[in-house]
């Protein structure tokens, strides 16, 4: 019988609950279970396609094509292991299939109810992901608070799961802040969040406490009193080092033990030594890599959060090539200082920032910057290269010049359909594609494949009718579209290391399995300092 374990988070969002259901998930993957993830978004967006990043952070892209939640990205890397699209369930998805069965006359005449019928969908969508998968486990990850007047239907959907005998467990994740003031933790808010959880019907089996410091044994008691918690179902889980730690203080903690024994499991252990070393690594030298950018201030607070998948990526390649990543954000609308020892332009939407991006492109090509851009990045790099080396002073994308002389970046006509018909969500070029290398390329050579995979999200692509021409002054296209011929990679002959890719190679990147794209950026990058 599948098993489910539910985990609500309580008191503030943005709390990391994606990388603690993560970790805990690895835990139970290494002691031989299949296990899958689902992310509950309680918004009415279908998909996160269509929110702006100061609205969502990054929109992460599945293998089949989903525009999603970050978090999904954070279950993939820490499992190593490919979730569908149909794992991110919104309360979009959820009402607009109610609404085609009730108008396909599949409820018998019956009144379609919010609190039986919305229910009843999530709990098909929530089975359906398990069967899927396979999965012997599967962790349901509730976006937003609880209390949260949006989450209401999926508690009373994992609530009644439980009540026909379903084997769902529950681990809520709290926040205790120390306020400066205080001088202490409290733990009142979390008293509280559990009681807003109790109200739903639902009594935690599992509390995480996270903070920025470790939890007491004075609190965790009086955290277990007043929750209806045994000492030994609070778990403490501090701000630490690097997210890919997590694991490792749950375990310590007996976190994987408790969880089961509560499920029922095994008794063996995780088996968790590749993710030692990983921790273990030693990182000294630096490494300076600049991410040109647009950065979102939402009130005084600036975001950084839209290139999430990219810095993970950074960091899995520098863990596996021995320096320590130091990030500088710079932004693309300002002038800055390029002291770097690599630089990544990454994927973007829009006018803003874009002079500056071309600006900087043109500043790692001629001072040999190690250079990788990403979606964006490839098609500004070409942009840059008709301006300066072709001579096309007005060389743009149709994205931003619609009747442009000089077109080089432009949409496929079935594109131009979606937008006049205003199709915008899930309508660009999405998903998982195949790219043929070209045979002695350096990116051949980085992926060790005449042939690769990787994830796609954007309407634009290089404009075949100016291939040649690119590629007369020093422009080689490394990579193409195996049916639809079109440029999928670049590379440069004329420098130590300019790649760009028309996917996002972020997205395939683990911790034991980091990118060929940004590993050949940073031994690139340590090469120069060396020189
Ligand atoms: N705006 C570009 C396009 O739609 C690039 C998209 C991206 O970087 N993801 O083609």
């Not at 975001?303 to 320096?323: G, Q, R």
Request: charged share 25%; aromatic share 8%.
């Amino acid at each position: 019988m599948t098993k489910f374990v539910v985990i609500t988070g309580g008191v503030i969002s943005t709390l990391g609950k994606g990388v603690i259901t993560a970790s805990a998930a690895l835990l139970l993957k290494r002691k031989n279970y299949k296990v899958t993830v689902v992310k509950i978004d309680p918004y009415i967006n279908v998909d996160a396609g269509t929110m702006r990043p100061t609205e969502h952070g990054e929109v992460y892209v599945t293998f089949d094509g989903g525009e999603t939640d970050q978090d999904l990205g954070n279950y993939e890397r820490f499992l190593n292991q490919k979730i569908s699209k149909n794992n991110n369930i919104t309360t979009g998805q959820i009402y607009q299939n109610v609404i085609k069965k009730e108008r396909n006359l599949e409820y018998d005449g019956k009144c379609v109810q919010v609190m039986h019928h919305i229910p009843e969908e999530i709990e098909r969508r929530v089975k359906k992901a398990g069967q899927d998968s396979k999965a012997d486990i599967v962790f349901i990850e509730v976006g937003g608070t609880v209390g949260d007047y949006e989450n209401i239907p999926y508690l009373e959907a994992l609530r009644r799961m439980k009540l026909r005998g379903e084997n769902v467990s529950f681990i809520h994740v709290s926040y205790l802040p120390i306020p400066r003031t205080a001088g202490e933790m409290k733990s009142k808010p979390t008293q509280h969040s559990v009681k807003a959880l109790s109200a739903q019907g639902i009594q935690a089996d599992i509390l995480v406490c996270r903070a920025s410091q470790i939890l007491d044994n004075v609190r965790r008691e009086k955290i277990g009193l007043f929750c209806n918690l045994k000492d030994d179902e609070v778990f403490s889980c501090p701000d630490l080092k690097s997210i890919y730690e997590v694991p490792f203080l749950l375990k310590k903690q007996g976190f994987d033990k408790k969880l089961s024994e509560i499920l029922g499991l095994n008794n063996k252990e995780p088996e968790l030594s590749d993710w030692k070393k990983y921790i273990a690594t030693k990182q000294d030298q630096e490494i300076t890599i600049g991410i040109v950018g647009k950065y979102f201030k939402t009130g005084d607070y600036q975001l950084e959060d839209s290139y999430h998948s990219v810095v993970e990526a950074i960091k899995h390649a520098c863990n596996h090539e021995k320096v320590k990543p130091v990030i500088k954000w710079l932004n693309s609308d300002e002038n800055n200082n390029l002291e770097i020892d690599a630089m990544i332009v990454p994927g973007g939407f829009g006018k803003t920032g874009v002079e500056g991006k071309i600006e900087s492109i043109k500043y790692a090509r001629e001072n040999k910057i190690p250079f990788l851009g990403l979606c964006y990045g490839l098609q500004l790099s070409v942009i840059e290269h008709a301006r300066n080396l072709l001579g096309l002073k007005d060389a743009n994308t149709t994205e931003i010049v619609p009747d442009t002389n000089n077109p080089v970046i432009s949409t496929m006509p079935e594109q131009i359909k979606l937008l006049q018909k205003k199709n915008y969500g899930g309508s660009m070029r999405l998903g998982e594609q195949k790219a043929v290398l070209k045979k002695a390329s350096l990116t051949a050579n980085l992926y060790k494949s005449l042939e690769v995979f990787e994830r796609h999200r954007h309407r634009y692509e290089v404009n075949p009718s100016y291939k040649e021409r690119l590629e007369a002054k020093g422009l080689v296209v490394s990579g193409v579209h195996p049916d639809l011929g079109l440029v999928e990679f670049i590379e440069r002959k004329d420098h130590p290391y300019f790649v760009a890719t028309q996917a996002h190679p972020e997205f395939t990147s683990t911790p034991l399995k980091p990118n060929p794209l940004f590993l050949g950026l940073i031994r690139a990058a340590k090469k120069k300092i060396l020189d």
